[in-house]
């Protein structure tokens, strides 16, 4: 018998993000592009089909080059159209990759202070992601590689906006949900300012939510809850919570790529399901 012999690839790659015992979202990828243990974490960075270049920290999705923009443009567009003074200032704990200071760049803020515990994370994106890292070359954005906790105890200065970029509440970035941090960062937010912390997958991480709501809760007298749909994290579905505030009643906003005015509206518009998370 004549057998035809052609090359069959049996072995694919692929990433996987674990969200539970059972269920795990799979990025097959080209290849792993770099793999390094930091004094805080595991980075990795790999080369996606779909999503482009992707970023995982200890396993966990931080940010695809195919769909950053809706992250960021949803922890930087909400709190700059909701605060009730237009934002000049603003401080970013962790953000390491440099997407929420490039965006608040976009919307025309005067200064940025972006204190990000792991310089591993600037460098490496800096190297792999250099349009959205570009932000920490404006004279604008001060970066401090630091511990964001010890910041807020310690630091003087006032901000308009203050964004909380940071890892899941695991490890550096446990302090970062608690009362106490969002008590050090009252005394640091301006009069109509706003404070936003990514707060998880309401269906996955809970207990990220409720952390948030009652960190920020406890220290602003109350907390909003909005959402997005981000489709490389887990169940695509994610929430973000700022202290309470009305926006200054502007009428039209600038559209991003999945922002606009609509999305400003509907964001806070919560099914039941979470709204019992956060009650
Ligand atoms: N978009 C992301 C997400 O929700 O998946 C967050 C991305 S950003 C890369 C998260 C950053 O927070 C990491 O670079 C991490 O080093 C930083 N981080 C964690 N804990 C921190 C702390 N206590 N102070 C400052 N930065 C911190």
Redesign the pocket.
């Known amino acids: 018998m004549n057998y035809t012999l052609t090359p069959v690839k049996l072995i694919e790659n692929w990433f996987s993000e674990r969200y539970s015992d059972n269920l795990q979202l799979s990025f097959r990828v080209r290849d792993q592009l770099l793999s390094v243990k930091t004094d805080?974490?595991r980075i990795d960075i790999f080369d996606t089909y779909d999503f482009g270049k992707l970023l995982t920290?200890d396993g966990t999705?931080?940010?695809a080059e195919n769909d950053e923009y809706i992250?960021h443009e949803m922890i930087t567009m909400v709190p700059f159209y909701m605060a009730e003074t237009t934002p000049k200032a603003a401080l970013i704990?962790?953000?390491?990759?440099g997407g929420a200071a490039l965006r608040l760049l976009d919307l025309g803020l005067e200064r940025i202070v972006n204190?990000?515990?792991?310089n591993h994370?600037v460098e490496l994106s800096k190297r792999f992601f250099p349009e959205v890292a570009k932000s920490f070359n404006s004279p604008k954005v001060e970066l401090i590689i630091g511990?964001?906790?010890k910041y807020m105890k310690e630091s003087k200065e006032k901000f308009d906006l203050m964004l909380i970029?940071?890892?899941d509440p695991v490890g550096?970035?446990e302090?970062?949900f608690d009362p106490a941090f969002y008590r050090d960062a009252s005394r640091r937010l301006n009069k109509g300012g706003v404070i936003v912390t990514?707060s998880g997958s309401p269906y996955y991480q809970p207990f990220a939510l409720s952390k948030a709501k009652e960190g920020i809760g406890s220290a602003f007298s109350g907390s909003m809850t909005y959402v997005a749909f981000i489709p490389t994290y887990p169940s695509g579905f994610w929430s973000f919570t700022m202290n309470p505030s009305r926006g200054r009643g502007m009428g039209e906003v600038k559209p991003g790529r999945y922002f606009n005015g609509d999305v400003l509206k509907g964001c806070f518009s919560l099914p039941e399901f979470v709204k019992k998370i956060i009650d």
Request: no cysteine; hydrophobic share 35%; glycine share 18%.
């Open positions: 805080y974490q920290i999705v931080q940010m992250y704990i962790g953000g390491g990759d204190v990000e515990i792991d994370v511990d964001g906790i970029d940071s890892t550096p970035a302090g970062l990514q």
